[in-house]
């Protein structure tokens, strides 16, 4: 019988033991955004603007959704802002002048988070960070 207890507690512990908590599984965070910023080094500078919420392409051009005139039908680009300067509502100029590795983040603003870039930026405005 105290055979029988002997086991008996030695498998409690093995399996209290197997199920503490001194294991490493968490989640690394910074692992993961480390990952997915070199991933994002690949993706050309349309892919990534496309991926942004409330955004469509029209002709290879990003435009944001609500932005087209519900009579005509029309759209007019986003402004665009590289590190804070204004660079105008031409894609075709930005995708010359920046290059998709250097991108650090792409914002997309509209309504009241756009309106500090005036009246240019009615059809909204896509924010991009570069890496200096």
């Known amino acids: ?3 029988l207890a002997f086991i008996f507690s030695l498998i409690s512990l093995s399996i209290l ?3 503490s908590s001194s294991k490493n599984t968490a989640y690394n965070k910074n692992l993961t955004e480390e990952i997915a910023e070199n991933n994002n080094k690949t993706i050309p500078l349309l892919d990534r603007i496309r991926r942004l919420p409330g955004i469509t392409l029209r ?3 990003p435009y944001f959704m609500k932005s087209a005139n519900q009579i005509s039908g ?3 680009e986003p ?3 590289l590190n804070g300067f204004i660079l105008g509502n031409s894609f075709k100029s930005l995708d010359q002048l920046v290059d998709s590795a250097t991108i650090k983040s792409i ?3 509209t309504g ?3 309106a500090s870039y005036g009246s240019r930026a009615a059809s909204g405005v896509i924010k991009i960070t570069t890496y200096q």
């Open 1 to 3: 019988m105290k055979n």
């Open 17 to 19: 033991g197997s199920c």
């Open 59 to 61: 002709g290879g051009t």
């Open 74 to 76: 029309t759209a007019t």
């Open 79 to 81: 402004l665009y802002v």
């Open 107 to 109: 914002d997309a603003l």
């Open 112 to 114: 009241p988070e756009a």
